[in-house]
């Protein structure tokens, strides 16, 4: 008893021994040895101030930066050693603290995210859960404008962990929270979305909510797709339900539009902007109430592995569900809008007959 009570002992002594020992080597040579790998493979240079390892085996990194793309203040997870034995790399508990991401898309719409140049098949990346605390994302995009449309998410909260029964489940659970501002940092609005998704299984519950959005900020994404009339300013309200089973996902929608409020008078819309004869895209213009609201509730249905969803169908299911809400205005809105809409087609065939008589 007493001999395997030394031996015990002696190997407590010796982990110790170990663990102290790569406790000094990580914190001595880990810096160097992470810089050098994303200068070989990224191509790109790379700061950081400290690397420590924590019992049992836990990595921190603190004020890591990758050039002028990413930096965190604080980065830790625990590697499965095991799982290297299978070519695999399993990480537990990878939490971020206060990352923040420059991203910028060129004029061709390239991104400037690197490339690994790293030789061979790149090892699997097993992740059992995921935190991210008080993150940022800046995004340039160059290729809606020259000087590029920047849009700024910030106080983002990501949580992403497997779902713990049943113990067989592969499905995992989310959710995210981000606000929206302006390089001024003005509120924009802000995002949540949460759930739970079974790739494999094909299966999702989840509900995504857009609270207070000034649409207007994203005029160059949604163009004319639901108006003629320029937009001075718009209020978007937004709970969208993701629900799926066996690959097919329905998502149902609940679209409030309010606080209309056009660039341009209705007058000089006319003068300035041609007829389209496309309803879907005067949904905006033709089912708005008096109070300058648009109340859509619509369905749209895709694949959860491949989804798709073109303008054209979009616009067909906006039609649809404007279409419904027109039992909820009363007779004589009806009747100006119906009024105003010959008036439209009136002048555009006094056009067309002054067009056709000239020649």
Not at 102 to 130: D, F, M, R, V, Y
Not at 252 to 278: C, H, R
Request: charged share 20%; proline share 4%; hydrophobic share 45%.
């Amino acid at each position: 008893m007493r001999k395997i009570t030394k031996i015990m002992i002696v190997l407590i002594l010796l982990l110790a021994v170990i663990f102290c020992a790569a406790t000094i080597c990580v914190g001595v040579f880990g810096p160097q040895i992470i810089k050098t790998q994303i200068k070989e493979n990224l191509k790109l240079e790379s700061s950081l101030a400290k690397v420590r390892l924590s019992f049992p085996l836990k990595l921190t990194l603190e004020e890591f930066k990758i050039d002028n793309l990413l930096s965190i203040r604080k980065l830790s997870f625990t590697p499965n050693i095991f799982g290297f034995l299978f070519g695999k790399v399993v990480i537990h508990g990878l939490d971020i603290i206060e990352p923040s991401v420059n991203l910028e898309q060129s004029a061709q719409g390239k991104l400037n995210l690197p490339l690994l140049t790293q030789g061979g098949p790149a090892p699997q990346i097993i992740l059992t859960s995921l935190k991210v605390q008080n993150g940022k994302i800046k995004f340039i995009d160059k290729k809606v404008s020259a000087e590029g449309k920047e849009i700024i998410l910030e106080k983002l909260n990501l949580k992403i962990s497997k779902v713990s029964l049943p113990l067989t489940s592969l499905a995992v659970n989310f959710s995210f929270t981000a606000e929206l501002v302006s390089p001024q940092e003005a509120p924009y609005g802000k995002i949540s979305f949460s759930g739970w998704l079974d790739y494999f299984a094909q299966a999702m519950d989840a509900q995504l909510e857009i609270k207070n959005l000034e649409v207007t900020n994203f005029a160059p994404y949604y163009g004319n797709f639901i108006s003629q009339k320029k937009l001075s300013s718009a209020n978007l309200d937004l709970v969208s339900k993701f629900k799926a089973q066996n690959n097919v996902l329905n998502i149902v929608t609940d679209f409030n539009l309010s606080k209309i409020v056009y660039a341009l008078s209705a007058a000089q819309d006319k003068e300035e902007a041609p007829l389209d004869l496309n309803l879907a895209k005067n949904a905006l213009d033709l089912f708005t109430d008096r109070k300058g609201s648009l109340h859509l509730e619509f369905e749209l249905q895709t694949a959860l592995d491949k989804p798709t969803l073109s303008q054209e169908k979009i616009q067909s299911v906006i039609l649809k569900a404007a279409l419904q809400n027109l039992s909820q205005q009363s007779p004589q809105d009806l009747v100006d809008k119906v009024t105003d809409i010959i008036s439209q087609y009136k002048d555009l065939g006094k056009e067309l007959k002054g067009i056709f008589g000239s020649k």
